[in-house]
């Protein structure tokens, strides 16, 4: 009775990957790639023999959540500048929106507007001068948002 299922690339006599009787991951494979049907081959074995292979089906790789961006701050009279760098891509789509937030205490953030969802500096306006705020930012793509950003600190103060 077969106990495992092994995957092979085509025209090759030894598994790429052995795993449990029901799923196998194939790893090293760049994120949005389109894998043609037949490049991989799936064999049930028992440790020593195999079945006969047969074509895995035509599939494309998962897209992957861009890293966590970074943050730059430059305080104003009333307002604060950022800079937002993206975290890397790992391969996968390019980034569809940014979301900046803000807070005075860390517990209650504030989404800043931002009409132009990919552009990455911005200003927050309208803030207290001589008050520590804390900024945050997340990218997303086609896998779904990035972890958010460290969070940085800046005070607003009043042009002299």
Do not use: C, H, R
Request: proline fraction near 4%.
């Amino acid at each position: 009775m077969a106990n495992s299922l092994a995957i092979f690339k085509k025209g090759e006599d030894a598994p790429a990957v052995t795993s449990d009787a029901t799923s196998a991951t194939i790893t090293g494979l760049s994120p949005n790639t389109s894998v043609a049907a037949g490049d991989y081959q799936g064999a049930f074995t028992d440790g020593t023999n195999f079945s006969d292979k047969v074509d895995v089906p035509a599939f494309t790789v998962k897209d992957v959540a861009l890293k966590a961006p970074t943050v730059a701050l430059t305080a104003g009279d009333a307002k604060l500048d950022y800079t937002i760098t993206l975290g890397a891509a790992n391969g996968g789509s390019a980034a569809t929106a940014i979301k900046v937030s803000y807070s005075t205490d860390g517990s209650k953030w504030t989404d800043v507007a931002i009409a132009d969802p990919t552009k990455l500096t911005g200003t927050i306006d309208s803030l207290a001068n001589d008050t520590e705020y804390q900024v945050k930012a997340v990218a997303t793509n086609a896998a779904g948002d990035s972890p958010a950003s460290t969070v940085v600190k800046a005070t607003p103060v009043a042009a002299g």
